[in-house]
């Protein structure tokens, strides 16, 4: 396979031509440890590449991390990710192609159509369990699940971006102690004990993004990050707006104590067999709540507060393809390879630690976020 190809001296070569033997067609979105890229497998598949900044390649910690994350993807597969095409973790710019999946990202569904109704939620909560089931199946923590890093569907959800994700069996450790993860969405053992999580901490995360669907901002609300890691340790979770059938479900994967927590399987089961809670996850202004928790307006609020998400302001080569309206009229586009693109290409890749917490255009790798 040949190699990561750049465009010579161009004022963008920050933005390569090629990953592999892939043509990179768009620049879907960047975050501060690559860029995402719309390409095109020779037989007419559309895939998200997303591509390694040039100064992170030459960091073996990153490198070891990258490898782990293209490891951890593909040992997962199921109806509820998006598959590993190829990668290429030694190349000078690493990579990984994983198959395009339009649809928005959750956290754009809720900023755009306000929190989503009853049903939509149930439907929305079963299809993540059922992506933790088989993500823990595969042996592997996830580690990061929030708003930006799921996909909506015609089929349900999709759990995307697997950049700090680690598999039980894994000799690296988080890294010298550091915290990786996103403080909205993690766990009281991710702030307290981060060499020892497991399993339980993407319950917790789970019981977050569902509040998160429910009322447009998270069970612990605060523009301060520490404030949000504090709140996640010692204080109870706000529950207000989530609806009174799913708020026991919340709360219990919302637990301090990673063996109160339910298991993937107990959250389906408690959910009722598919007839009851119905299929996928629709989007558009058809899976809002229509006023609770104060609409579009509410949502926006925290939305991109710690996601760190930002369209990519480097190569334009043209828009990437429009989604099929879903049922109510209202797709968009999306990517995986890392990151969770929206409609209007807002991608957030792989960064760690409270790095997640800034952002801007990324114009040439050196932007949009620390390390």
Known sequence: MPPLREPGAHPEAEFPQYAGAYRLEA???????????????????????????????????????????????????????????????????????????????????????????????????????????????????????????????????????????????????????????????????????PREVGPPVDVFALGAVIVHAATGRGPFDSDSPYIVAYQVVHDQPDLGGVPEELAPLVARCLAKDPADRPTPDEVMAALGPPSVRGRGVRTGAAAAGGGRGGGAGRAGRGAGRFGGEHACAGRAAGPPPVAAPGPAGRGGGGASAGGGCGGRGVCGVGRRGYGRYGGGPCRDGSGGGRA
């Not at 959750?106 to 929305?124: C, D, Y």
């Not at 823990?136 to 089929?155: E, Y």
């Not at 959800?157 to 890294?175: H, M, Q, W």
Request: charged residues 25%; contains cysteine; proline residues 9%.
């Open 27 to 193: 620049c879907l979105g960047s975050g501060g440890m690559g860029v995402v890229h719309l390409a095109r497998s020779a037989s007419g598949m559309q895939l998200a590449v997303k591509v390694v900044h040039a100064p992170y390649a030459a960091d073996p910690e990153f490198r070891a991390r990258f490898r782990q994350e293209v490891a951890a993807a593909r040992r997962v597969s199921g109806a509820f990710t998006a598959p590993v095409v190829d990668a290429d973790p030694e190349a000078d710019r690493p990579w990984m192609a994983t198959l395009y999946v339009p649809g928005p990202t959750l956290a754009e569904q809720v900023k755009r159509n306000g929190p989503m109704s009853p049903a939509a939620l149930r439907r929305l909560t079963a299809g993540l369990a059922e992506a933790l089931r088989d993500i823990h199946r595969a042996g592997v923590i996830h580690r990061d699940l929030k708003p930006s890093n799921v996909l909506l569907t015609d089929g349900g959800p999709k759990v995307i971006d697997f950049g700090i994700s680690r598999p039980y069996d894994s000799d690296l450790r988080t890294e010298t102690g550091k915290l990786i993860g996103s403080p909205p969405y993690m766990a009281p053992e991710q702030f307290q004990r």
